[in-house]
Nanobody
Framework: QVQLVESGGGLVQAGGSLILSCAAS????????MAWFRQTQGKEREFVAL????????YYADSVKGRFTISRDNTKNTVYLRTNSLNPEDTAVYYC?????????????????WGQGTQVTVSS
């Protein structure tokens, strides 16, 4: 497993942007598919975006497609989530996750390492 630490959350007005970062420990970062999930109180944690080990393949939830961009820098052991055109429905705790599966999955149980989360709050 890797240790994951998210940062970059905060309070932003509707229409604004944030860049979330997730720093991973260890020397095997490039062996993991990385993803972002989010969760609001009383709801299940939902998939947001994922990026393959080499960074060539990305997938997005329909709710964020065209507004969010996931990227990674394997030299810095870091994955990013650029969030644009934020709206109040994007308010949630955002979690970074890592998977060693050889298939790309948006299912929570496919990820065995999780960060502590970073809060994103979008005001109207």
């Amino acid at each position: 497993q890797v240790q994951l630490v998210e940062s970059g959350g905060g309070l932003v007005q509707a229409g604004g942007s944030l860049i979330l970062s997730c720093a991973a420990s260890g020397r095997t970062f490039r062996s993991y598919t990385m993803a972002w999930f989010r969760q609001t109180q009383g709801k299940e944690r939902e998939f947001v975006a994922l990026i393959s080990m080499g960074g060539r393949t990305t997938y997005y939830a329909d709710s964020v497609k065209g507004r969010f961009t996931i990227s990674r820098d394997n030299t810095k052991n870091t994955v990013y989530l650029r969030t644009n055109s934020l709206n109040p429905e994007d308010t949630a705790v955002y979690y970074c996750a890592a998977s060693r599966l050889l298939i790309l999955t948006h299912e929570r149980n496919g990820y065995d390492s999780w960060g502590q989360g970073t809060q994103v709050t979008v005001s109207s």
